[in-house]
C-alpha cells in the first residue's frame, strides 16, 4: 500500500465514450502527477499539479482534460480517445515540485489500465 | 529532453545466478532513483543515490551512481523468483525535480 489509490484498476470504453481516472493520495504531498505507460516505452509524465495549480502539460492532446479540486485528489476526464491512447495510466504524489528537489521521491498508485476498442 | 538507455531490455535467469541492469544517459542528473514494478502495480521505490561514485546496499541488491552522475548500475547477487519485475532507472532533472525514466529492463527469474 504506497498511499495512493487509483479508481477505476481496469476501464475498457469505446471512442466516443467520456469516462473519468480518479487519484486519491492520503500522504500529505502537495504535487500530484499523471503518467501515460506503453509498454516498452519509458513513462511519459502528462500533467503536473502543484498545490492545485497545473505546473506542466507536456503537449497532451486535448481528449485528455485533468482536474485537480484540492491537493489530495486528481481526476483525470477522457473523451474521444484513439485506440493508441490505450495504455496503463499512472497517478503519482511527491511533497513538492521544483526548486533544490535533489531526490523528488514520488509514490505511485497501482494504475489503471485503460482499453480503447 | 534528458533520455535514460536502459540495458537489457529483457532478462531472464536461474535461481542463484547474479544479474547487473544498467542505466546509461549523457546528461548529468541531481540523483538517480531506482523502481521496481510488479504485473498490476504501480513502480516502488527502491533506492536513490545522489552523490557521484555513490554505492548502495539493499540486501542482495547493490546500485551505483556514476561519478559523473550520467549513469547508474544495479547488480542482484543470487537472483530470486521474488526478484522478478520490471525495474525502472529514473533520473532527477536538475532545477525541476522532474523525473526522466528510462524503458526499463524485465528480469524474470525462475526456480
Known amino acids: 500500500e504506497t498511499g495512493v489509490t487509483q479508481t477505476p484498476r481496469h476501464l475498457v470504453m469505446g471512442m466516443t465514450n467520456k469516462k473519468s481516472l480518479k487519484c486519491e493520495q492520503h500522504?500529505?504531498?502537495?504535487?500530484m502527477y499523471w503518467y501515460k505507460q506503453s509498454a516498452k516505452k519509458p513513462l511519459e509524465l502528462m500533467f503536473v499539479?502543484?498545490?492545485?495549480?497545473?505546473?506542466e502539460n507536456n503537449s497532451v492532446p486535448s481528449r485528455f482534460s485533468p482536474e485537480c479540486p484540492n491537493s489530495s485528489h486528481l481526476f483525470l476526464h477522457l473523451h474521444t480517445l484513439q485506440p493508441e491512447d490505450s495504455a496503463l495510466y499512472l497517478c503519482?504524489?511527491?511533497?513538492?515540485?521544483?526548486?533544490?528537489?535533489?531526490?523528488?521521491?514520488?509514490?505511485f498508485g497501482a494504475g489503471t489500465r485503460l482499453s480503447v476498442l | 529532453t534528458q533520455l535514460l538507455e536502459q540495458s537489457p531490455q529483457f532478462l531472464s535467469i536461474q535461481e542463484g545466478e547474479n544479474l547487473t541492469v544498467y542505466c546509461n544517459s549523457s546528461?548529468?542528473?541531481?540523483?538517480l532513483q531506482w523502481y521496481r514494478q510488479e504485473p498490476g502495480e504501480g513502480p516502488v521505490l527502491l533506492v536513490t543515490?545522489?552523490?557521484?561514485?555513490e554505492v548502495k546496499k539493499l540486501k542482495r541488491l547493490t546500485f551505483q551512481f556514476g561519478d559523473a552522475r550520467k549513469d547508474s548500475s544495479l547488480h542482484i547477487t543470487a537472483a530470486q523468483p521474488g526478484d522478478t519485475g520490471l525495474y525502472l532507472c529514473?533520473?532527477?532533472?536538475?532545477?525541476?525535480?522532474?523525473?526522466?525514466f528510462g524503458a526499463g529492463t524485465q528480469v524474470v527469474v525462475t526456480p
Open positions: 543515490v545522489v552523490t557521484g561514485g
Open positions: 529514473a533520473g532527477v532533472v536538475y532545477g525541476w525535480g522532474k523525473l526522466q
Open positions: 546528461s548529468v542528473f541531481s540523483s
Open positions: 503519482a504524489s511527491s511533497r513538492g515540485t521544483g526548486g533544490l528537489l535533489a531526490k523528488n521521491i514520488q509514490y
Open positions: 500522504l500529505g504531498h502537495n504535487a
Open positions: 499539479y502543484s498545490l492545485e495549480e497545473r505546473v
